[in-house]
C-alpha cells in the first residue's frame, strides 16, 4: 500500500505565499519523477511543475519565477513553494509521484488526495 499525504494548501491574499508538502509512505522500493498538478473548477487537470530524482525541473509557464519545486529524497516528500499568488492559481492542487514498490520491477503512478489553494483578498 502506498499513499500520497498532501498538507498546506489554505487561503491567502494576492501577493501572498504558501508552501504545499506532499509526503509518500508505505511499502517504497523506489520513486522517480514527483510532481504537482492543479485543476480550477470546470477546467482541466494541469501540469504545475515536475522534479526528477535527479532534481531536473520544469515548471507551467504561468508559474515560472514564482514557484519552486524541490523534493527530500530521503523523506519521500516533494514540496510547492508559491510565492507572488494571484487569484489565477486558485486550484485544488494534486501531487504524483511515479513509484517502484517493494519487489515490483517497474513503476506505477499515484496520486494525492488534493490541497485546496484559495488566492482571495
Known amino acids: 500500500q502506498v499513499q500520497l499525504v498532501e498538507s498546506g494548501g489554505g487561503l491567502v491574499q494576492p501577493g501572498g505565499s504558501l508552501r504545499l508538502s506532499c509526503a509518500a509512505s508505505g511499502s517504497i522500493d523506489s520513486i522517480n519523477v514527483m510532481k504537482w498538478y492543479r485543476q480550477a473548477p470546470g477546467k482541466q487537470r494541469d501540469l504545475v511543475a515536475a522534479?526528477?530524482?535527479?532534481?531536473?525541473?520544469d515548471y507551467l509557464d504561468s508559474v515560472k519565477g514564482r514557484f519552486t519545486i524541490s523534493r527530500d529524497n530521503a523523506k519521500n516528500t516533494v514540496y510547492l513553494q508559491m510565492n507572488s499568488l494571484k487569484p489565477e492559481d486558485t486550484a485544488v492542487y494534486y501531487c504524483f509521484a511515479g513509484i517502484r514498490r517493494n519487489g515490483e520491477k517497474i513503476y506505477n503512478g499515484y496520486w494525492g488526495q488534493g490541497t485546496q489553494v484559495t488566492v482571495s483578498s
Open positions: 522534479i526528477t530524482s535527479g532534481g531536473y525541473t
